[in-house]
């Protein structure tokens, strides 16, 4: 089954305190190329994102963007330098011991000072975290894929359809081409019939032409090779392995055996049929641009 290079997917998954959610954007490229946004507490888990996309996709340029927070509890919590407050405390007697004052410091005069209570940010769970961000991004990557099929399937039936239009128009060709030398014979006989009146012309000399005519407008070998990539596209179309570089690369050859065939050709009929297929594959071309 072919399949596409553009999709989109999402998956969220909840594991202990740690919430992940992964958005997955896919467009077409030559390659596979990954780019993660993860958030920095969970960078450490770049690599593993990446291996994951890139066991279940073959090309295609992929956004990554993952977000976390913390099941029901506060983002950022306070925490106490307990040995900054003893100092503190520490100081504070030996002030009041100073100024002969017995009065005891009150704690929160203590907590009020700078450094003693400090509000950071809670720390990742990172086995949670690791196991919610691999469930989120099998998610969203099942959602991507089957996008990405259901667009291939679509894709797999226009290509499919060119295909038949194009192996039909070279048929047509095959059959034009005896033709095309039985027509240079006509004309030619008829043309040294005119110029020669009444001298007698040679006609073993007549039939080298047309066989020397006939050689250099043969077009049998591009008529055998331009069916021979059309069967190889056909089973491309049926397999369920990534075709897109081996489609690219046979639709080019298309268009380097049908160039051919027009230049050796002199024919009407094959002239028109030639710029008819070449706007064809060209159509093809486009399409499997998009294929994985």
């Excluded at 047309?210 to 407008?217: G, K, L, P, S």
């Amino acid at each position: 089954m072919l399949r596409s290079m553009t999709g989109f997917g999402a998956g969220r998954a909840t594991v202990g305190a740690e919430e992940i959610s992964v958005e997955l954007k896919s467009v077409n490229h030559k390659f596979c190329e990954v780019k993660p946004r993860l958030p920095r507490e969970l960078a450490a888990f770049e690599s593993e994102v990446v291996r994951t996309i890139k066991d279940r996709l073959a090309r295609g340029a992929v956004d990554v963007t993952v977000r976390r927070q913390a099941v029901a509890q506060a983002a950022a919590v306070p925490t106490v330098d307990v040995a900054l407050a003893r100092e503190y405390q520490r100081a504070f007697t030996e002030l009041a011991h100073a100024l002969g004052r017995r009065d005891e410091v009150p704690l929160e005069h203590i907590a009020s000072q700078p450094g003693v209570i400090r509000v950071e940010e809670r720390g990742v769970n990172a086995e949670d975290a690791l196991e919610a961000l691999q469930a989120a991004l099998g998610q969203a990557l099942d959602a991507l894929v089957q996008m990405r099929e259901t667009e291939g399937r679509a894709i797999a039936q226009d290509l499919s359809a060119r295909v038949e239009t194009i192996s039909r128009g070279v048929r047509e060709i095959e059959a034009l081409a005896p033709q095309a030398v039985e027509e240079y014979r006509q004309r030619l006989s008829e043309k040294v019939a005119e110029l020669a009146r009444e001298v007698t012309v040679d006609p073993l000399r007549l039939v080298q032409e047309v066989a020397f005519y006939a050689e250099r407008t043969d077009v049998a070998e591009e008529m055998t090779r331009l069916h021979s990539h059309l069967e190889q596209l056909r089973a491309l179309l049926r397999t369920d392995e990534p075709a897109g570089r081996r489609m690219d690369f046979l639709v080019q050859e298309l268009h380097r055996e049908i160039n051919t065939t027009g230049a050796k050709s002199q024919h009407a009929g094959i002239a028109a049929r030639v710029v008819e297929l070449k706007a064809e594959i060209e159509r093809m071309r486009e399409q499997v641009q998009n294929v994985e």
